[in-house]
């Protein structure tokens, strides 16, 4: 068999699986009732009424993404990239690659949660276009590609605990929350707490770091940026956007920044794979 029929069979294989997961279709349930929440619930928390057209509902929706999506691809990709001691012997002893396998696995766990998160922003999408028009649109779909961004990153991080944690998946589990924890919650808390104490300067290239080197904070700014341009954007980022001379720079160097962690944890799960016991 070729190697691109292998990867495509496996994708296959764990596409057909994710999909029949209890995991995979409570999130794809959750996350539309969110999102329709969301549309239909923004006027009214404002005195108004109605459903919100797409650029309200996109900038209310993305903490919830952010919150919602790195989380779900960890621990999605964790239990099905670590499989206990047995399966994985099993798994492992077919004629096909290690790297094969976990790029099917990779690739058909992106398909899974990819159409879970279409069901829901297609679901709001509906909504919002049949009570409120087009306007804004663009935002909508910006934002529907940010969390497909997420899902890619988080899901090759997931790939790195799980390679290294082969039969210990409770293991990987703790390590994989950890993660989530730093990577949504501290890592901005601790970038802020650090800028408060430096001087200006020095505060300001701390906080273009963590807009970089977060890949969580790189999504919210590129996909802010896009939604409502500088007007909705804090000291991190309008620090970020004065290094990098204004949103183009912005978005080019965000890009790079989304594609290095796809890239690098994707490799570094596939070392860690090949020199695994199993």
């Given at each position: 068999?070729?190697?691109?029929?292998?990867?495509?069979?496996?994708?296959?294989?764990?596409?057909?699986?994710?999909?029949?997961?209890?995991?995979?279709?409570?999130?794809?349930?959750?996350?539309?009732?969110?999102?329709?929440?969301?549309?239909?619930?923004?006027?009214?928390?404002?005195?108004?009424?109605?459903?919100?057209?797409?650029?309200?509902?996109?900038?209310?929706?993305?903490?919830?993404?952010?919150?919602?999506?790195?989380?779900?691809?960890?621990?999605?990709?964790?239990?099905?990239?670590?499989?206990?001691?047995?399966?994985?012997?099993?798994?492992?002893?077919q004629p096909v690659s290690r790297n094969t396998i976990l790029l099917g696995n990779l690739l058909g766990l992106f398909l899974a949660l990819g159409a879970a998160q279409a069901l829901g922003f297609g679901a709001a999408g509906l909504v919002i276009f049949s009570q409120s028009g087009e306007e804004g649109l663009g935002g909508f779909l910006l934002l529907a590609t940010g969390?497909?961004?997420?899902?890619?990153?988080?899901?090759?991080?997931?790939?790195?605990?799980?390679?290294?944690?082969?039969?210990?998946?409770?293991?990987?589990?703790?390590?994989?929350?950890?993660?989530?924890?730093?990577?949504?919650?501290?890592?901005?808390?601790?970038?802020?707490?650090?800028?408060?104490?430096?001087?200006?300067?020095?505060?300001?290239?701390?906080?273009?770091?963590?807009?970089?080197?977060?890949?969580?904070?790189?999504?919210?700014?590129?996909?802010?940026?896009?939604?409502?341009?500088?007007?909705?954007?804090?000291?991190?980022?309008?620090?970020?956007?004065?290094?990098?001379?204004?949103?183009?720079?912005?978005?080019?160097?965000?890009?790079?920044?989304?594609?290095?962690?796809?890239?690098?944890?994707?490799?570094?799960?596939?070392?860690?794979?090949?020199?695994?016991?199993?």
């Amino acid at each position: 068999m070729r190697p691109g029929q292998a990867l495509l069979l496996c994708a296959r294989q764990e596409l057909t699986l994710a999909v029949r997961s209890r995991w995979t279709q409570i999130f794809a349930v959750v996350f539309a009732l969110l999102a329709l929440a969301v549309a239909g619930s923004g006027y009214v928390l404002s005195g108004g009424q109605g459903v919100q057209d797409f650029a309200r509902t996109a900038v209310s929706l993305v903490q919830l993404v952010l919150l919602l999506v790195p989380l779900t691809a960890l621990l999605i990709g964790v239990m099905a990239i670590a499989p206990e001691r047995g399966a994985a012997e099993l798994l492992f002893s077919q004629p096909v690659s290690r790297n094969t396998i976990l790029l099917g696995n990779l690739l058909g766990l992106f398909l899974a949660l990819g159409a879970a998160q279409a069901l829901g922003f297609g679901a709001a999408g509906l909504v919002i276009f049949s009570q409120s028009g087009e306007e804004g649109l663009g935002g909508f779909l910006l934002l529907a590609t940010g969390s497909l961004v997420l899902t890619a990153i988080f899901l090759a991080l997931a790939a790195v605990l799980a390679a290294g944690s082969l039969g210990r998946r409770p293991r990987a589990l703790a390590l994989a929350l950890v993660v989530w924890f730093v990577a949504v919650v501290l890592s901005d808390v601790a970038a802020l707490g650090l800028a408060s104490l430096l001087p200006s300067g020095t505060a300001s290239r701390v906080l273009i770091l963590a807009v970089v080197l977060n890949p969580v904070d790189a999504v919210r700014t590129g996909t802010l940026l896009g939604i409502e341009g500088t007007t909705a954007f804090g000291a991190a980022s309008l620090a970020f956007l004065r290094f990098t001379r204004g949103p183009w720079g912005a978005g080019l160097l965000l890009g790079l920044s989304a594609l290095a962690w796809i890239a690098l944890p994707t490799l570094a799960a596939l070392h860690r794979l090949r020199k695994a016991d199993v």
